[in-house]
């Protein structure tokens, strides 16, 4: 007896250490697990793409606006075009007015509440604007979404606050995944007994007994495995989530993070995505059907994908609609209805890829520069200066024309970029980095870097002309055959593209032809360093190895990089450096960057007027004076460009607002047989004509004055001389030369000679 006491006694002290041991282990893992949950749900929960807006678009009476691009825009932007607008996010259109029933948003400088807008358009001009029904002078668009950048996990998803989530949502939800949700501690011992009861009796699984913080805590903090250990973590997390946080905080961290479907790579989690993935809707739009179609996605999205088994996702529906309406959530009416309708899911089950993938670099390559790659993870909202006419327009340029050219050449494989900035802002409006649009590949626009032939030349004139007291548009430049020698002692003759010679030409002469033996002496009396130094000076950063063969253009840049040194060119000196990217703003809308002041003088404005004169003289009857009947004689500006063996066909052209950079080639640096006047060119000319030339307006500075020069010399003269022409010149830099060539006759007759007419 006294050995079975002692026996029972030694074996009590075992299990009171044991439990002790246990408890201790329990407390310890437990605190190991809060601090777990602790840094995640009180950290950044997940990794939510960014965010692309596009251009931010106000509209102002009087001004020309197409109502066919504000619907196709609203459409786009996932606007539903009908006969009688009534809720957010439909629009209205007639002749000559469109009204919009405009979703609240958050942006930028202000918050917009859901808002009913109208526009009145007669012959293309805004002639009324009304806001709620109020008169109003101007009013701000909805900014397109363009683009998800989704993270490296492959999660993708659309937070949405509770407030955001329908109630017959919420309600139906905890009715199927968790009844007493709002009763129990993280762990519902009567809905685990109820579950099996209903297991048992169906035969099969039919009902999980975890609770909805359970499948939050397995979902956001465990893997999938189904292990006895796993399960003691969900329900220790579980308990902690609902002792550390309130049980609305948790049912909105499960609207967010329950997984609803898979979109290709891409996994749909939260119901803020799921709306948009299953019927192209955002939640606060959803329909009682919808709402159950959802819901029913959690217990299974590949078994009840609607898509691929529709039979078995209308049956789930349809019994969730039922339970719906037993708890009175819906009126019989509203069940029959929803019962009788169809699944009306989108058409195709794979969200619209990245339409854009071309500025859609740039975009990720200016986000790089702003915002660590952790911010960036974080739900941010990037807003740009794109737009979306001018990119659907440039798109559509570069797949009509390069066939065009291909036909006439009897080639195939011709390339083409291109870049549409706004002049005054440096916003980038549209981008194209090859023929095919969509295409996520090789961006030639940003990473093809080509010599860009005669493009340099402006830069070179620039420097020059900047030495006002040495240099006009009238200097006089020899164009005769010369030879240079490198420091090996190796020869170049450098030619002129038609093989000719003209003795001499005048400056603007020269850049006007694109002649290139002009301009080398020019480069090479003006100075190499000073040039290299312009060009820096217009924007570009890169090491100049500079050397006489740069004059013409033995520089390799991409369209992006050269597009920035002719801003300042078409902006009167003036430029910032050229920007996808305008606003950065957090998920809590707080800026995180934005675009500041950072332009600068880059070349003095009487420099910059006297080149942008010339190129205008280009675009008439010099290089590009095809644009004069391509584009009914607009006034614009522009230069083209040609590389060695014609491998590169070049054209930047440029009116009041936009500047555009063409570039055409070959992937394999082959010829292509084209010059810039008869490949890239056309391409410009036709954007242009799509989207309209607004016209260059002349805004000559002070200082600038029309002076008289005679041809031959170059000197400024009086009105008494011969065989002169009048070009603007920097005035504190003419001296007026008493003597000419030749004096003009006096053709008047005695009379008028008498009277001094």
């Not at 579980?238 to 891409?266: F, P, T």
């Not at 619209?352 to 941010?380: C, M, R």
């Not at 253009?553 to 450096?577: D, F, R, T, V």
């Amino acid at each position: 007896m006294n050995i079975d006491n002692t026996l029972l006694r030694k074996i009590a002290i075992i299990l009171g250490k044991l439990t002790i041991a246990g408890i201790f282990t329990l407390v310890i893992f437990s605190i190991y697990l809060d601090a777990k949950v602790r840094k995640t749900f009180e950290g950044q929960r997940w990794q939510v793409p960014v965010q692309v807006y596009g251009q931010l678009q106000t509209l102002q009476l009087g001004e020309p606006l197409n109502l066919v691009e504000i619907a196709e825009k609203l459409s786009l932007n996932g606007y539903q075009k009908v006969n009688f607008v009534t809720r957010t996010g439909q629009f209205a259109q007639s002749a000559e007015k469109i009204n919009i029933f405009q979703r609240p948003f958050e942006f930028m400088d202000s918050s917009h509440l859901a808002q009913q807008l109208s526009i009145t358009v007669v012959n293309n001009n805004i002639v009324a604007l009304s806001r709620d029904k109020k008169a109003v002078n101007s009013i701000q668009l909805e900014p397109q979404l363009l683009a998800r950048i989704v993270p490296d996990n492959k999660e993708d998803r659309v937070l949405v606050s509770l407030e955001e989530v329908p109630s017959d949502l919420i309600d139906t939800l905890l009715l199927i995944e968790d009844r007493d949700f709002y009763h129990h501690h993280g762990v519902s011992p009567v809905g685990i007994i109820r579950a099996l009861f209903k297991n048992i009796s169906a035969g099969r699984t039919v009902q999980g007994g975890s609770t909805l913080t359970q499948q939050l805590a397995k979902n956001m903090f465990l893997s999938r495995d189904r292990t006895i250990t796993r399960k003691v973590q969900e329900a220790l997390m579980a308990v902690i989530l609902e002792l550390r946080y309130s049980k609305d905080q948790i049912l909105e961290a499960y609207l967010n993070e329950v997984y609803l479907g898979q979109n290709g790579a891409h996994g749909v989690y939260g119901f803020g995505l799921a709306a948009q993935f299953y019927f192209d809707r955002k939640i606060d739009q959803l329909t009682p059907a919808q709402i159950a179609l959802l819901i029913a996605q959690v217990k299974g999205p590949s078994y009840y994908d609607p898509w691929r088994h529709p039979k078995r996702a209308l049956e789930r529906r349809d019994l969730i609609l039922r339970l719906m309406f037993e708890q009175n959530s819906l009126t019989l009416v509203e069940f029959e209805q929803g019962a009788e309708s169809a699944l009306s899911i989108r058409a195709n089950r794979r969200l619209a890829k990245n339409k854009y993938p071309a500025y859609l670099d740039l975009v990720k390559s200016e986000l790089n520069q702003h915002l660590s790659s952790f911010t960036q993870k974080s739900g941010i909202k990037v807003f740009t200066g794109f737009s979306h006419r001018s990119q659907q327009l440039l798109e559509k340029t570069v797949t009509e024309q390069l066939v065009v050219l291909e036909r006439q050449l009897q080639q195939t494989d011709l390339e083409a970029a291109m870049v549409v900035t706004d002049i005054a802002s440096a916003e980038i409006r549209a981008v194209v980095g090859g023929r095919e649009s969509g295409y996520a590949g090789f961006n030639r626009a940003i990473n093809a870097k080509r010599h860009i032939g005669s493009l340099i030349k402006p830069a070179i004139y620039a420097t020059a002309l900047n030495k006002y007291s040495q240099y006009n548009l009238a200097t006089i430049l020899s164009d005769k055959a010369i030879t240079l020698k490198s420091d090996t002692g190796k020869k170049w003759q450098p030619k002129n593209y038609d093989g000719k010679y003209r003795g001499q030409v005048s400056l603007i002469e020269a850049l006007i032809h694109s002649l290139n033996v002009p301009t080398i002496n020019l480069g090479m009396s003006v100075g190499l360093d000073p040039i290299a130094t312009t060009i820096k000076d217009l924007g570009y950063q890169n090491k100049i190895a500079m050397r006489p063969s740069v004059l013409l253009g033995a520089l390799s840049m991409s369209p992006i990089e050269i597009n920035q040194l002719y801003l300042a060119i078409a902006n009167k000196g003036y430029a910032q450096e050229s920007h996808a990217i305008t606003k950065i703003l957090s998920a809590d809308n707080e800026v995180l960057w934005q675009v500041g002041e950072t332009g600068k003088q880059r070349i003095s404005a009487e420099s910059a007027y006297l080149v942008d004169y010339a190129l205008g003289q280009v675009t008439k009857v010099g290089t590009a004076r095809s644009l004069t009947w391509r584009l009914n004689s607009k006034d614009i500006a522009g230069k083209t460009g040609t590389s060695n063996d014609l491998r590169d066909s070049w054209f930047i052209g440029y009116d009041a607002k936009h500047l555009v950079t063409t570039w055409l080639g070959k992937d394999n640096n082959l010829t292509t047989g084209l010059t810039g006047s008869s490949g890239a060119l056309p391409l410009f000319a036709d954007f242009m004509k799509k989207q309209g030339v607004v016209n260059k307006i002349e805004q000559t500075p002070a200082g600038v004055e029309p002076t008289l020069f005679e041809i031959k010399t170059g000197n400024a003269v009086t009105e008494d001389c011969a065989n002169t022409v009048v070009y603007p010149a920097v005035s504190k830099g003419i001296s007026i030369s008493s003597s000419c060539l030749q004096v003009k006759e006096d053709n008047r007759s005695w009379l008028e000679k008498l009277f001094g007419n």
